[in-house]
């Protein structure tokens, strides 16, 4: 595929006001619900910037750097910043916003890689990225270093995983 897209044309905002239910016994929000927004937002990213099925390879760590509380809005932006074949890494931006007294945080930042899938569910090409701003060329240029980081933590926990049982731990083991 050799169209190319510009990042701006994978951008994503999901606003949403936390409500009781969406927080811990500290008035905080879930990380596990924050979660699910960042990977919510990352997908459409993806699938905007390549018009296809998409499934998430890899999350790379979410560093919660300041609490989300309730009655905050939290603001997920999201747009790719780097492609690979089939591949494409997002980038997410979360910002949790006082209501009543405007102050505003950046409360956590993480990168996912996506897959676009054909009809067949197999791996398809994407257009490549184009950065326009500081941000996304800053972004669009330390991607091949993230890269790297996720494929040697590919094999590592592959490796690990090898070296765990799938019986139940009151089950005899396999031979």
């Given at each position: 595929?050799s169209?190319?897209?510009?990042?701006?044309?994978?951008?994503?905002?999901?606003?949403?006001?936390?409500?009781?239910?969406?927080?811990?016994?500290?008035?905080?929000?879930?990380?596990?619900?924050?979660?699910?927004?960042?990977?919510?937002?990352?997908?459409?990213s993806?699938?905007?910037?390549?018009?296809?099925?998409?499934?998430?390879?890899?999350?790379?760590?979410?560093d919660?750097?300041?609490?989300?509380?309730?009655?905050?809005?939290?603001?997920?932006?999201?747009?790719?910043?780097?492609?690979?074949?089939s591949s494409?890494?997002?980038?997410?931006?979360?910002?949790?916003?006082?209501?009543?007294?405007?102050?505003?945080?950046?409360?956590?930042?993480?990168?996912?890689?996506?897959?676009?899938?054909?009809?067949?569910?197999?791996?398809t090409?994407?257009?490549?990225v184009?950065?326009?701003?500081?941000?996304e060329?800053?972004?669009?240029?330390?991607?091949?270093?993230?890269?790297?980081?996720?494929?040697?933590?590919?094999?590592?926990?592959e490796?690990?995983?090898?070296?765990?049982?799938?019986?139940?731990?009151?089950?005899?083991?396999?031979?």
């Amino acid at each position: 595929m050799s169209e190319s897209k510009f990042c701006r044309e994978s951008f994503v905002v999901k606003t949403s006001i936390v409500f009781p239910l969406d927080t811990n016994s500290h008035g905080t929000m879930f990380g596990g619900k924050l979660m699910a927004y960042i990977d919510d937002v990352a997908a459409i990213s993806a699938i905007r910037h390549s018009r296809k099925s998409v499934v998430t390879a890899s999350t790379d760590s979410v560093d919660f750097l300041h609490p989300i509380n309730e009655g905050n809005s939290v603001c997920l932006e999201a747009f790719v910043t780097y492609t690979g074949r089939s591949s494409m890494e997002v980038f997410v931006k979360v910002i949790a916003e006082n209501l009543l007294t405007g102050e505003r945080n950046i409360c956590a930042l993480s990168f996912l890689t996506f897959v676009a899938l054909d009809e067949e569910g197999k791996p398809t090409p994407v257009p490549q990225v184009v950065p326009q701003s500081e941000e996304e060329k800053m972004l669009h240029q330390s991607a091949i270093s993230r890269a790297e980081t996720r494929k040697k933590r590919k094999l590592e926990n592959e490796k690990m995983a090898n070296m765990f049982s799938v019986d139940l731990p009151w089950e005899p083991k396999r031979t």
